[in-house]
């Protein structure tokens, strides 16, 4: 018992160390507008997250139907980034400037592997609960013995490409503008020698 719960405990303060790495990475990566960016919407997820998962922990099976579903939000948060700073830009001067200069990083692509992952672990369990649910099988093995060492392993994965990716792209930008300038106007010479 004493065993159990010390593995738990563990499990479960691991799973508050994103939201303290993501306020670090912000403050490394600050430079870089896209990862500023980025790691705002993260921290305001991971707030959210903390609070709701903190409620839906007592909702019984649901709890990770909840799970299952913050999951989503983050790849979301990831991959269509551009897509909600293009929403935002209007009122932010940070999110017309993340519009107009945005790139996709190795690092945020390694982060959304990370969140798909998340994704994957939870809909495992769903099914197993829906199997129990169903009277297909009588346990839960699967949510007992791999879950949790499951999203503790990709919560420490997730914090470390977070801190990857505040330390990689802080320099990036200062150099964003001037590389796409230089695109820009070797695509008006070669469209001026056609002329």
Not at 61 to 78: D, E, G, K, P, T
Not at 117 to 120: A, D, I, R, W
């Given at each position: 018992?004493?065993?159990a719960?010390s593995?738990n405990s ?6 508050f ?8 990475a ?5 430079k ?27 909702w ?21 980034r551009r ?19 945005f790139?996709?990083?190795r690092?945020?692509g ?6 798909i992952?998340?994704?994957?672990v939870?809909?495992?369990a769903?099914v197993e609960l829906?199997?129990?649910?169903l009277?297909?099988i ?8 791999l ?10 994965m997730e ?23 230089a ?8 469209s001026?020698?056609?002329?």
């Open positions: 018992m004493l065993e719960f593995i563990i499990y479960h303060a691991i799973s160390v994103s939201l303290p790495v993501m306020i670090i912000l403050f490394v990566g600050w870089s507008i896209n990862t500023r960016c980025l790691l705002l919407m993260l921290v305001a997820l991971e707030l959210m997250d903390t609070i709701f998962t903190e409620i839906a922990i007592s019984g099976n649901y709890y990770y139907l909840c799970v299952f579903i913050i999951s989503w939000a983050y790849v979301y948060v990831v991959f269509a897509l909600i700073v293009a929403k935002l830009k209007s009122r932010s001067r940070l999110c017309k400037d993340v519009y107009d200069h790139y996709f990083t690092q945020e390694a982060l959304l592997f990370v969140y992952s998340y994704v994957f939870t809909f495992i769903l829906g199997l129990f649910v009277y297909v009588d346990s839960f093995p699967y949510i007992r013995y879950f949790s060492p499951l999203l503790t392993f990709f919560c420490l914090a470390i490409v977070i801190l990857w990716l505040a330390t990689r792209t802080a320099p990036v930008d200062e150099h964003v503008l001037a590389m796409k300038h695109r820009k106007m070797r695509r008006h010479k070669h001026d020698r056609r002329k």
